[in-house]
């Protein structure tokens, strides 16, 4: 295809994608300039289709065409229930849907649940409805009723035209919550295990806050445990959101993955003193909670990076339900966005973000971890008990 004019590019998308999809999503063809002196030139693209080049080099009157095959992979569909698990009833599940790799608004979704096949299995009984869906397209989500353990069979088609299938179930949990984030036995058990990698038991000045992030990867969900840092000492850790775990491909897909919740635990048990090898925090009694530079790293920064990359690849890199979750011996706090931000001072003068006044109240909650105090732990909301720092 010869490209009329100066240097300038003309991208020709294919209607369908490797094995068959169709793929309507817009733009078609399209043209542009890249301007002069300019190497790489970009544009995004939602499918597979030719890229046209027409360069001319200096001096301008050689000109040069090539052209190159992008393949965009087919759209799926992604459906994550929150919780993954409850009691009985199906009442409480949300179903966010999104599509991978890039992210499409839905013009319409439907959800049908049946008993969950290994349930069947059990009873011996056929299939049978077991409830209802309610689903909102331009939020992409679904509320579902009815009995678990729960099949849902989740249909959805994209604003242009791509319809897209997937099903997930929704298990059976001891001691549900409602809470979509505790309901869920590998996230609990995770807990469990990062705060005993931290030294917990051990010699005060051996202990270490841990950290690690909950990603939904394509629906999966996936406990990733961060390796030590240099922030960590027994009173502080570098966030998990820090810049320096970096969310860049390839060790992070934006789009494909995302993080759900991050953790940090606290090795001590309220009341105690701190270690002298914990620089200005050395000595101080142990309160209980997050700290205020908890809420400016962990709350705070992770919001700021989710808006910078949100501009830089067009996606949210933080689950809409994206909450921080502080872990110590006997307690789970947390966290989430507070009404309002305050400026202050920490302990080395530097300005961080902690929530407004009385804006602790709304924005974290503590959930008291019972018995067994093993990885299987249950947990009970408690709300006689505040942090420590409460503004
Ligand atoms: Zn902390």
């Given amino acids: 295809m010869m490209i009329a004019g100066s240097q300038r590019w003309m991208w020709v998308p294919h209607r369908r994608a490797i094995g068959g999809q169709v793929q309507t999503d817009s733009p078609d063809t399209q043209t542009g300039v890249c ?3 300019t190497v790489n030139c970009k544009v995004r693209v939602y499918r597979t289709g030719n890229m046209y ?3 001319n080099l200096n001096p301008a009157t050689i000109s040069e ?3 190159a095959k992008v393949v965009v992979k087919p759209l799926t569909l992604i459906a994550r229930p929150t919780p993954e698990a409850v009691g009985s009833t199906l009442d409480q599940v949300k179903v966010y849907l999104r599509t991978a790799p890039a992210e499409r608004a839905f013009a319409s979704i439907s959800i049908s649940v049946s008993a969950q096949p290994t349930a069947l299995r059990r009873s011996g009984l056929m299939a049978i409805t077991s409830g209802t869906a309610s689903c909102d397209a331009s939020n992409a989500e679904c509320l579902v009723s009815g009995s678990a353990p729960a099949l849902l069979t989740v249909t959805a088609v994209t604003v242009t035209g791509v319809t897209l299938t997937t099903s997930v179930e929704v298990g059976q949990l001891p001691c549900p919550t409602g809470d979509p984030l505790l309901d869920n036995q590998a ?5 469990d295990s990062l705060w005993k990698t931290g030294g917990t038991f051990g010699v005060d000045s051996a202990r ?3 950290t690690g992030l909950l990603i939904d990867s ?3 969900l996936v406990m990733r445990y961060l390796p030590l840092n240099a922030g960590s000492s027994p009173c502080t850790t570098r966030a998990a959101t820090h810049e320096l775990n970096d969310f860049r491909p390839p060790r992070f897909l934006p789009g494909t993955m995302k993080v759900v919740a991050t953790f940090h635990t606290h090795p001590f048990e309220k009341d105690s003193i701190t270690p002298n090898n914990c620089n200005a925090l050395s000595g101080l009694k142990v309160g209980t909670g997050p700290s205020p530079g908890d809420w400016h790293t962990s709350v705070y920064q992770a919001l700021d990076l989710n808006r910078f990359y949100g501009s830089e690849y067009g996606v949210n890199l933080l689950s809409p339900d994206y909450r921080h979750v502080v872990i110590e011996q006997n307690r789970i706090w947390l966290m989430k966005e507070p009404a309002t931000w305050n400026r202050t001072k920490d302990v080395n003068g530097r300005t961080i973000y902690v929530p407004g006044k009385g804006a602790t109240v709304g924005a974290v909650q503590a959930w008291d971890r019972t018995t067994p ?3 299987q732990f249950c947990v009970a909301r408690n709300t006689a008990i ?3 720092f409460n503004p």
């Fill in 35 to 37: 301007a002069n002196g």
């Fill in 53 to 55: 080049l027409r360069a």
């Fill in 65 to 67: 065409q090539a052209f």
């Fill in 187 to 191: 996230i609990r058990s995770g807990m």
């Fill in 208 to 210: 270490r806050e841990r």
């Fill in 218 to 220: 394509a629906g999966s």
């Fill in 373 to 375: 105090t093993t990885s």
């Fill in 386 to 388: 505040k942090p420590t």
